[in-house]
């Protein structure tokens, strides 16, 4: 089975992202153990609070000691608004006029993660106006232009008239969706669509934690036993048909064969459909 998906513009996106939140210390060491057992995409930002991306870089280097070539991976940062940052470790000037705090944020990521591209940029959040929201835009869009980025797209977007908007209003258009899957927001039923109308590549986060109800499930438990499976494989494998794109984040290296061990059974449309409906999403 084909492991990638091609955006509307002809890039190639992993189905499976390695999620570097929270990793601290540990960064480099799980960033390159990840890429060992087989993850190519790595989601990462510029958000010292919640990543490490200097240690993101690190462990992305010592990948490339196993034969690996930049082409060969999907790296994704984002842009984080002062808002988002720990006042006090802000990774750039803050004094500087927004649009300049993207492109300074956007060269510190490259420097961070020793590259001259970003396979995506992600705007981590709307900004607290319309009007800043579309000047954050407009410079991803410069970015895109001058050749640095291969996508843009946005998380923490949970209007779909927002987002709509900001579609029809974008040069560029965002090719990418992040967003925390939960019941909250109804499984983002309205956003998933009009990400399927327009090739929109929907990720998430908070897969598993926000739904401990769909894992406990008789259906996935059933499930899980009658395929010798995890229940966190089932539920992967069953958002990963269904054009859901997991990013996982796990520390454990037993869980990390887990999650990759998805792209190798699949599981029936009946079935997948039960489990839909515990969300029910
Ligand atoms: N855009 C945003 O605002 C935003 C926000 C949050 C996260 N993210 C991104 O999403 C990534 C994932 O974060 P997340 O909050 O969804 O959760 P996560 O970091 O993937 O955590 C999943 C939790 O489930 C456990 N787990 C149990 N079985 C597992 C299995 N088979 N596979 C994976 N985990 C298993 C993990 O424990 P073990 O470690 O023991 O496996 C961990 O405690 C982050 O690293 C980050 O890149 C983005």
């Known amino acids: 089975m084909d492991q990638h998906i091609l955006s509307s513009t002809g890039v190639k996106i992993p189905k499976l992202f390695y999620g570097t939140a929270w990793k601290e210390h540990r960064t480099a060491e799980l960033v390159e153990r990840a890429i060992k057992k087989g993850f190519r995409a790595i989601d990462t930002a510029c958000q010292p609070k919640h990543y490490k991306e200097p240690l993101v870089g690190r ?23 002062i808002r988002g940052q720990d006042p006090n470790d802000i990774p750039y000037d803050p004094a500087l006029p927004l649009k300049d705090q993207i492109h300074n ?41 001058l050749g640095e ?19 029809h209003e974008a040069k560029i258009k965002p090719a990418i969706l992040q967003n925390r899957f939960y019941k909250e927001t109804n499984h983002d039923k ?18 598993l934690k926000a739904n401990l109800h769909i894992l406990e499930s008789e259906v996935v438990v059933e499930l899980a036993s009658r395929l010798d499976k995890t229940s966190a494989q089932i539920f992967y494998r069953c958002l990963y048909q269904q054009g859901i794109n997991p990013i996982i984040g ?8 887990q999650d990759l ?21």
């Not at 001259?116 to 869009?141: C, I, K, N």
Request: proline residues 2%; glycine residues 4%; negative net charge.
């Open 190 to 207: 309205e956003l998933r669509a009009f990400c399927r109308e327009n090739d929109i590549f929907y990720q998430c986060f908070w897969t």
């Open 105 to 145: 944020s956007f060269e510190v990521s490259k420097s961070n993660l020793n590259t001259d591209y970003l396979d995506s940029l992600v705007l981590h959040s709307p900004l607290e106006t319309w009007e800043d929201t579309l000047v954050a835009w407009q410079t991803f869009e410069e970015i895109y232009e």
């Open 149 to 167: 980025v291969k996508l843009i797209g946005l998380s923490n977007c949970y209007d779909p008239e927002l987002f709509a908007s900001l579609y």
């Open 59 to 81: 462990g992305i280097q010592r990948a490339y000691q196993l034969g690996l070539k930049r082409e060969d991976l999907f790296i994704q940062t984002k842009f984080t608004s």
């Open 250 to 257: 796990t520390t454990s290296a037993n869980h990390m064969d």
């Open 261 to 281: 061990e998805i792209l190798n059974f699949s599981i029936s449309d009946e079935d997948c459909n039960r489990i839909k409906e515990m969300g029910p999403y």
